[in-house]
């Protein structure tokens, strides 16, 4: 059983949630939301600043147990710098190992750091709280491109 | 250890869960008692005997079967108004839980604008979201009392919140997060001298106090079955016949009329008015015989138990660093939850921990979100204990406690 813990709580978890990186919320931002796991009442507040198609920056608060805090962290690393179009399809690979119940093999070129999250998929209860900060990202960035594309027409 | 129950490893065995073991071969150590209770098996086979020999719709099938399943529903009637000491059956209304018990009252009690309804900042999600809902509707006014820093109710104020324009006084019994035991005589008086309905939700005490209506002096009281040894599914809404008979009905259907015509109906009395539809009958079945078993190792009994596993366990949670106990320190004026903080390491990265040496405490906020506010915390752990609870269980928890801080390297 213990193995299976250390399956979950993987070094580069516990690193990432000791240290956190690129946590606190920064100017500038074109959208900024504010999601919570009802069920445990993590939360998180999370800012996405868009500018010529590439994720300038992403910054956050947030409360939660480590898997929800070392997830953020590891958010922030893939998609900072990165196009939108790729920061959501990064997005999109890790959702599907988080849905994978266990079975997906992950891919370390795309997922970093990410792929220290494959153990979490096999614990349904946990999945939610990998999930958070990914999914207030998801949400932040359409708002942003939303806007922005408002503000073009 | 004084008070513990004589025959604990008798009363173990009634609960063919506790032998089950986890991944690993980990035997259960189940301390999320305050979330849902084990069952026993004379609830089991008792449930199981009436859906395999007795099942039937009640009080429309005109026969043998009929007649069979409605006795076994209305006996179950007999033992919860017995269980409750409720002067008559009549008064005990079958629901599906005691959140549907609390918003039946919440939509039917009459409030208007002018009115408030005063609740309780260590409220259930269910004891405070169905009054909001009530007074958005009906332009009442809200209030609350507060909490003190060790987790009881702020009496300080009470004159100027509880008054003449107060309606409903509802409060938990037993707070689900702080463990603390409210002075039910004393808010049930505040609320008869105002001329205010007083409502009490007992889903925690139930499990673990002699609750008498009569002795408690109250108008309306909620409970629900999977908390004292039932299945889920029921609950029940105890209220003075006479109260219930002027509220109007909540739910329309079967079985809550006197006479349907297509223009207007009239409505049953009290239990029936508020029953509409089949209800659930194996689970009413099944909850008569978890009161009756309650009732048959005594609510005294189970109460010295608690307060002995509680004592034990607010001593042992004291010998590891970090941990910080919310609510009332002393065993003998609390229930069988205690909540906690364990410094550095997430409620979840704890519930994770110990449930991988076969621990089972909840993590969260336990529906009670404005009561981790007022302490300054998002979530706690809390572990909570019931008639089987064994010290051996407790030391388990305590071990598991060093555990995960050595595992989350803290201190």
Same mark, same amino acid.
């Given at each position: 059983?213990?193995?299976?813990?250390?399956?979950?709580?993987?070094?580069?978890?516990?690193?990432?949630?000791?240290?956190?990186?690129?946590?606190?919320?920064?100017?500038?931002?074109?959208?900024?939301?504010?999601?919570?796991?009802?069920?445990?009442?993590?939360?998180?507040?999370?800012?996405?600043?868009?500018?010529?198609?590439?994720?300038? /920056?992403?910054?956050?608060?947030?409360?939660?147990?480590?898997?929800?805090?070392?997830?953020?962290?590891?958010?922030?690393?893939?998609?900072?710098?990165?196009?939108?179009?790729?920061?959501?399809?990064?997005?999109?690979?890790?959702?599907?190992?988080?849905?994978?119940?266990?079975?997906?093999?992950?891919?370390?070129?795309?997922?970093?750091?990410?792929?220290?999250?494959?153990?979490?998929?096999?614990?349904?209860?946990? *999945?939610?709280?990998?999930?958070?900060?990914?999914?207030?990202?998801?949400?932040?960035?359409?708002?942003?491109?939303?806007?922005? $594309?408002?503000?073009?027409? | 250890?004084?008070?513990?129950?004589?025959?604990?490893?008798?009363?173990?065995?009634?609960?063919?869960? %506790?032998?089950?073991?986890?991944?690993?071969?980990?035997?259960?150590?189940?301390?999320?008692?305050?979330?849902?209770?084990?069952?026993?098996?004379?609830?089991? /086979?008792?449930?199981?005997?009436?859906?395999?020999?007795?099942?039937?719709?009640?009080?429309?099938?005109?026969?043998?079967?009929?007649?069979?399943?409605?006795?076994?529903?209305?006996?179950?009637?007999?033992?919860?108004?017995?269980? &409750?000491?409720?002067?008559?059956?009549?008064?005990?209304?079958?629901?599906?839980?005691?959140?549907?018990?609390?918003?039946?009252?919440?939509? @039917?009690?009459?409030?208007?604008?002018?009115?408030?309804?005063?609740?309780?900042?260590?409220?259930?999600?269910?004891? =405070?979201?169905?009054?909001?809902?009530?007074?958005?509707?009906?332009?009442?006014?809200?209030?609350?009392?507060?909490?003190?820093?060790?987790?009881?109710?702020?009496?300080?104020?009470?004159?100027?919140? *509880?008054?003449?324009?107060?309606?409903?006084?509802?409060?938990?019994?037993?707070?689900?997060?702080?463990?603390?035991?409210?002075?039910? @005589? /004393?808010?049930?008086?505040?609320?008869?001298?105002?001329?205010?309905?007083?409502? =009490?939700?007992?889903?925690?005490?139930?499990?673990?106090?002699?609750?008498?209506?009569?002795?408690?002096?109250?108008?309306? &009281?909620?409970? @629900?079955?999977?908390?004292?040894?039932?299945?889920?599914?029921?609950?029940?809404?105890?209220?003075? $016949?006479?109260?219930?008979?002027?509220?109007?009905?909540?739910?329309?259907?079967?079985?809550? =009329?006197?006479?349907?015509?297509?223009?207007?109906?009239?409505?049953?009395?009290?239990?029936?008015?508020?029953?509409?539809?089949?209800?659930?009958?194996?689970?009413?079945?099944?909850?008569?015989?978890?009161?009756?078993?309650?009732?048959?190792?005594?609510?005294?009994?189970?109460?010295?138990?608690?307060?002995?596993?509680?004592?034990?366990?607010?001593?042992?949670?004291?010998?590891?660093?970090?941990?910080?106990?919310?609510?009332? %320190?002393?065993?003998?004026?609390?229930?069988?939850?205690?909540?906690?903080?364990? /410094?550095? *390491?997430?409620?979840?990265?704890?519930?994770?921990?110990?449930?991988?040496?076969?621990?089972?405490?909840?993590?969260?906020?336990?529906?009670?979100?404005?009561?981790?506010?007022?302490?300054?915390?998002?979530?706690?752990?809390?572990?909570?204990?019931?008639?089987?609870?064994?010290?051996?269980?407790?030391?388990?928890? *305590?071990?598991?406690?060093?555990?995960?801080?050595?595992?989350?390297?803290?201190?």
């Amino acid at each position: 059983m213990s193995a299976e813990l250390d399956n979950l709580y993987q070094e580069i978890i516990l690193d990432h949630y000791k240290n956190p990186h690129h946590k606190g919320l920064r100017d500038p931002f074109e959208s900024e939301v504010h999601h919570v796991n009802p069920t445990c009442g993590d939360e998180v507040t999370l800012r996405v600043h868009l500018a010529d198609g590439v994720v300038e /920056d992403v910054s956050y608060d947030s409360v939660g147990c480590s898997i929800s805090q070392a997830s953020a962290s590891v958010l922030t690393d893939l998609v900072i710098g990165k196009p939108v179009d790729q920061a959501m399809s990064i997005h999109q690979t890790f959702l599907e190992l988080m849905q994978g119940k266990g079975e997906v093999e992950p891919d370390e070129y795309v997922l970093e750091d990410g792929i220290a999250f494959a153990g979490v998929a096999k614990f349904p209860a946990r *999945v939610k709280c990998a999930l958070l900060s990914w999914m207030a990202w998801k949400d932040a960035t359409t708002q942003a491109q939303a806007e922005d $594309e408002g503000a073009i027409s | 250890m004084k008070g513990l129950l004589p025959d604990l490893e008798v009363i173990r065995k009634d609960f063919p869960i %506790l032998e089950r073991t986890l991944a690993g071969g980990q035997p259960l150590v189940y301390l999320d008692s305050a979330n849902t209770s084990q069952k026993p098996q004379v609830v089991i /086979d008792t449930m199981v005997d009436h859906l395999e020999r007795h099942n039937a719709n009640i009080a429309r099938a005109m026969h043998q079967l009929g007649a069979e399943s409605t006795e076994a529903y209305e006996g179950a009637r007999d033992r919860v108004a017995a269980f &409750l000491n409720a002067p008559s059956r009549n008064e005990v209304v079958f629901t599906k839980n005691a959140t549907e018990a609390l918003n039946l009252l919440a939509r @039917t009690i009459d409030l208007g604008p002018g009115d408030n309804v005063v609740i309780t900042e260590m409220e259930h999600h269910s004891n =405070i979201v169905s009054w909001q809902l009530a007074c958005e509707r009906s332009g009442a006014e809200l209030r609350w009392f507060g909490l003190t820093d060790d987790g009881r109710l702020d009496l300080s104020n009470a004159d100027q919140l *509880v008054d003449e324009h107060t309606k409903v006084l509802a409060f938990t019994w037993v707070s689900n997060m702080l463990g603390t035991i409210n002075p039910v @005589t /004393d808010l049930v008086a505040r609320a008869k001298a105002v001329g205010a309905l007083s409502v =009490i939700d007992a889903s925690q005490a139930a499990p673990q106090l002699t609750v008498d209506v009569q002795a408690a002096g109250c108008d309306f &009281l909620v409970f @629900t079955g999977h908390k004292v040894c039932g299945p889920t599914g029921i609950g029940v809404l105890w209220g003075r $016949e006479e109260l219930l008979n002027e509220l109007p009905p909540f739910h329309g259907g079967g079985e809550m =009329i006197e006479t349907v015509t297509m223009a207007r109906s009239t409505y049953a009395r009290a239990p029936h008015r508020f029953e509409a539809g089949t209800p659930p009958i194996v689970e009413a079945v099944g909850l008569g015989c978890a009161v009756d078993y309650l009732g048959h190792i005594g609510l005294d009994a189970i109460h010295a138990h608690e307060q002995a596993i509680t004592a034990y366990a607010l001593e042992g949670l004291q010998t590891v660093p970090g941990v910080k106990v919310l609510g009332p %320190l002393d065993a003998a004026e609390r229930g069988g939850a205690i909540s906690f903080e364990l /410094d550095g *390491v997430h409620p979840h990265d704890i519930a994770q921990v110990l449930d991988s040496r076969g621990v089972a405490v909840r993590a969260g906020h336990h529906c009670a979100k404005p009561a981790h506010a007022r302490f300054g915390v998002q979530s706690t752990t809390r572990m909570s204990s019931y008639l089987y609870t064994t010290p051996a269980e407790i030391d388990a928890l *305590v071990e598991g406690l060093h555990h995960t801080r050595s595992y989350f390297k803290v201190g």
